[in-house]
T-cell receptor
Framework: EDQVTQSPEALRLQEGESSSLNCSYT??????LFWYRQDPGKGPEFLFT???AGEEKEKERLKATLTKKESFLHITAPKPEDSATYLC??????????FGSGTRLQVQP | DSGVTQTPKHLITATGQRVTLRCSPR?????VYWYQQSLDQGLQFLIQ???????AKGNILERFSAQQFPDLHSELNLSSLELGDSALYFC????????????????FGPGTRLTVT
């Protein structure tokens, strides 16, 4: 059975304190790894698609990377507005996405 | 704004009742997905439709049903509601229902918050 595990469950950072979120996956035949951001009470917002190991994508203070077993979302010099839950999801083409349970990020000023 | 619309935004109803949630996908998207998210829980995939046909089924209860219409909008019907059905219900859409990852990037609507009292 496909599984996606995110760690840590929650992370509190000071403004400017860089860190990384982890998404490890056990799926057969990964074809894409998606990252989303979700604000409380709102729908997830699409951030990135990573297609193969070694690929990197960047958007403002966020950089996503992918290996054969996991993906990282690096947050450089975060600001309070980066506070949200970050979700990753694995796509194999066989069925709908398999989502992780998310990392709740809080950035304090 | 993802381009996916959902109505209503909020719904309050009593146990045992039946409700219908509506979703309009982004222009050009053929797949619609429904998810349930309870308080502090992750996204639970319910069901996917592609171009009017059911494509994949997740953890959808028998009391729940969905359909996608010729104009591609979708409705999720929830019946015999229980207190535990209180949750956020999200609809997402994508261009395709399989194939390359870029065609299956899902874009989410703002959600319908259902409260069962």
């Amino acid at each position: 059975e496909d599984q996606v595990t995110q760690s840590p469950e929650a992370l509190r950072l000071q403004e400017g304190e860089s860190s990384s979120l982890n998404c490890s996956y056990t799926v057969s035949g990964l074809r894409g790894l998606f990252w989303y951001r979700q604000d409380p009470g709102k729908g997830p917002e699409f951030l990135f698609t990573l297609y193969s190991a070694g690929e990197e994508k960047e958007k403002e203070r966020l950089k996503a990377t992918l290996t054969k077993k996991e993906s990282f979302l690096h947050i450089t010099a975060p600001k309070p507005e980066d506070s949200a839950t970050y979700l990753c999801a694995a796509y194999t083409g066989r069925r709908a996405l398999t989502f992780g349970s998310g990392t709740r990020l809080q950035v304090q000023p | 704004d993802s381009g996916v619309t959902q109505t209503p935004k909020h719904l309050i109803t009593a146990t045992g009742q039946r409700v219908t949630l509506r979703c309009s996908p982004r222009s050009g998207d053929l797949s619609v997905y429904w998810y349930q998210q309870s308080l502090d829980q992750g996204l639970q995939f319910l069901i996917q439709y592609y171009n009017g046909e059911e494509r994949a089924k997740g953890n959808i209860l028998e009391r729940f049903s969905a359909q996608q219409f010729p104009d591609l909008h979708s409705e999720l019907n929830l019946s015999s509601l229980e207190l535990g059905d209180s949750a956020l219900y999200f609809c997402a859409s994508s261009v395709a229902g399989g194939g390359g990852p870029s065609l299956n990037e899902q874009y989410f609507g703002p959600g319908t918050r259902l409260t069962v009292t």
